[in-house]
């Protein structure tokens, strides 16, 4: 049975997944009491009011809780250096703190200029700027983007349909186009190696014509699919009707002068200038050991934007303020307000217009956009009705699910502390550890996205190939019918009205709320043609993914192991839809994918798949 391989990096992200999903099986309420508060020598006793009342008057409670827990989260994740933001619009009070260190090499700390990658929180400056774009009646959100866009297209999946020309603007900024998540391209990053250094805005420029040769995840207004492609088109939408021709620094430019620079976001930029090159924090893979390399983020409209908590709590404060003159109330009322598309969702998540809201299982709704990519993670979460923000960002590959969950928790305080409120937690029994006939088990087995393969071994439920996880991974049935996984916590399986059995847990990116992480799918074995494609395949071109295996297991399906540039390895199936096209089967972000074989006229297999040429190592 194969396995995923992983390397320390990523072994060092799973040691934090781990004690993310176990505090979660509790509440977010409850993390600094589960661990020892330790502050760390690089970080000052006192945070830094920029505006309003005093922090010994105003919130003080929370201050206490950021200064405690902040230091704790890091210890037990192992970042290096994190960025604390607390906003209080309605009193006009803004509280920033750095925590630990921006440089672990040159021990330079973390303070409130110190600039970080936000990553995906970026995407509500884009959904900021479309929607001013509206107002200027320069764009309908129900309109088919290709009257603004004509050259935009992109394939049906040849198994779940779909039409681009139905796709609107609103469905793009809800996640609910169907366009494909990512392309496994190089232009993400600029890694600061062999000689390369700078911006690289093929991302971006280049997004059109790859579209253009790929297929759609699901159909348009189908589910909610997150799609990192989808926020690059709307930037592009931004850059075209705004009048520029390289989308890339048009983007770059139009957020500068309408969001930015209004807003007196100086330091704030979508790349790297001069001006704010002294300021970056450094990317690290833990708190003792620094990224290989340094590198420039090309994300754009998707993820690009660089800035520190000073300075994005100006941009919560204007957006808890009815938009603080760079859009109106009306319009943030419109977005911050769920939309409706009369499907089933399948996570504590509900979308506006560019805004997520995460929904605790106590009622407690968070209002933002969490961020992360390789080495930073953040999280900003808002609850308009009291006009309190928070901004957590991490500096480390352990530091998304810890803004996450540190984030929630601060809010939490603070609303509690503003209002006297106080969510009402439940004591529940703890369940105990059952056993479990070979029959009842077997109920469970199958292969599950996300997941991997879930049979038994030994009477024992085992996950037998999980991404990210050393080994197989036993699950232990408890007496309320839940289980308890070393890497997820406690999940459950849940037959859906529809038949199908999907696996429910802590989901990082949601706070560690409890939400859908696999749904059981079915293969037909790989006939003899899948034969002639396996092998090994190198890429083309620098990109997210180095290389591919594409083989065929010991069960007889067809695979397609992975491996990205940081030396990951992910084992997913494939199911075939004709001789030459196979894809793989479901429905959740980064399912849907479809891998395209050929062959030259020299014999050597081809492999196309999300935006990437592969070519067949013949040598071998």
């Not at 204007?318 to 603080?324: E, F, I, S, Y």
């Not at 292969?447 to 996950?463: Q, S």
């Amino acid at each position: 049975m194969y396995k995923t391989i992983i390397k320390k990096a990523t072994a060092l992200v799973l040691t934090a997944t781990i004690a993310l999903s176990i505090s979660a099986c509790g509440s977010e309420q409850q993390i600094a009491s589960d661990v020892a508060v330790n502050s760390q020598e690089a970080t000052s006793q006192t945070g830094t009011v920029t505006s309003g009342q005093e922090a010994t008057t105003h919130l003080p409670a929370t201050i206490q809780a950021a200064m405690e827990q902040t230091p704790a989260i890091m210890e037990m994740f192992s970042v290096a250096g994190m960025t604390v933001a607390i906003v209080d619009a309605h009193n006009d009070f803004i509280w920033t703190q750095g925590f630990g260190y921006a440089d672990i090499q040159s021990a330079r700390v973390v303070d409130e200029y110190t600039i970080f990658p936000v990553a995906s929180v970026s995407k509500l400056f884009t959904a900021i700027s479309i929607m001013q774009l509206v107002e200027d009646g320069k764009l309908d959100l129900d309109e088919p983007i290709i009257t603004y866009l004509p050259d935009f297209s992109i394939q049906s999946h040849p198994v779940y349909g779909g039409d681009y020309r139905n796709i609107t603007t609103r469905m793009l900024l809800t996640h609910t186009s169907g366009i494909l998540d990512d392309f496994f391209t190089a232009e993400h990053i600029t890694a600061v190696i062999d000689g390369r250094s700078g911006h690289d805005s093929g991302l971006v420029n280049n997004l059109l014509p790859r579209l253009a040769n790929d297929y759609m995840q699901n159909r348009e207004a189908e589910r909610m699919t997150y799609t990192n492609n989808g926020s690059l088109l709307l930037g592009i939408l931004v850059s075209r009707l705004s009048g520029y021709e390289d989308y890339f620094w048009g983007f770059n430019s139009y957020a500068r002068n309408n969001i930015l620079a209004p807003l007196g976001m100086e330091l704030s930029s979508f790349t790297v200038t001069d001006y704010n090159r002294p300021y970056l924090t450094m990317p690290h893979i833990n708190a003792d050991m620094p990224f290989p390399y340094t590198y420039y983020i090309n994300l754009g409209p998707t993820g690009g934007l660089l800035t520190n908590a000073n300075e994005i709590a100006m941009f919560m404060q204007a957006l808890l303020t009815d938009g603080g003159g760079i859009i109106s109330a009306e319009t943030i009322q419109e977005m911050i307000t769920v939309q409706d598309f009369d499907f089933t969702r399948s996570a504590p998540l509900e979308m506006g217009l560019g805004f997520m809201h995460i929904v605790h299982p106590d009622g407690f709704r968070t209002i933002g956009h969490p961020g992360n990519i390789i080495s930073f993670g953040s999280q900003m979460v808002m609850d308009f009705e009291t006009g309190l923000g928070v901004l957590v960002s991490g500096n480390s590959t352990t530091s998304f699910g810890a803004s996450s969950m540190l984030a929630t928790t601060l809010l939490r305080t603070a609303v509690a502390e503003r209002t006297g409120v106080v969510a009402e937690v439940q004591e529940a029994s703890t369940p105990e550890p059952v056993e479990r006939t070979a029959e009842y088990l077997q109920q469970f087995a199958g292969y599950f996205t996300k997941i991997g393969e879930i049979a038994i071994v030994d009477g024992v439920l085992h996950i037998i190939n999980a991404p990210h996880a050393p080994g197989p991974l036993p699950l232990t049935p408890l007496d309320d019918g839940s289980f308890v996984c070393p890497m997820h916590g406690s999940i459950r399986f849940i037959e859906m009205e529809n038949g199908s059995m999907t696996i429910w847990g802590p989901v990082i990116e949601f706070g560690g709320t409890f939400g859908l992480i696999g749904t059981r799918v079915y293969f037909t074995q790989a006939g003899e043609g899948f034969e002639r494609f396996v092998g090994n395949y190198l890429a083309t071109a620098y990109g997210m993914i180095a290389g591919m295996t594409i083989g065929i297991d010991e069960d007889g399906y067809a695979f397609a192991a992975q491996e990205t540039f940081m030396g990951e390895t992910t084992i997913i199936r494939l199911e075939m839809v004709d001789d030459y096209i196979y894809y793989m089967p479901g429905t959740e972000r980064g399912h849907g994918i479809v891998f395209a074989f050929n062959f030259d006229d020299y014999g050597i297999a081809h492999l196309m798949a999300s935006g990437s040429h592969f070519v067949r190592n013949e040598a071998e």
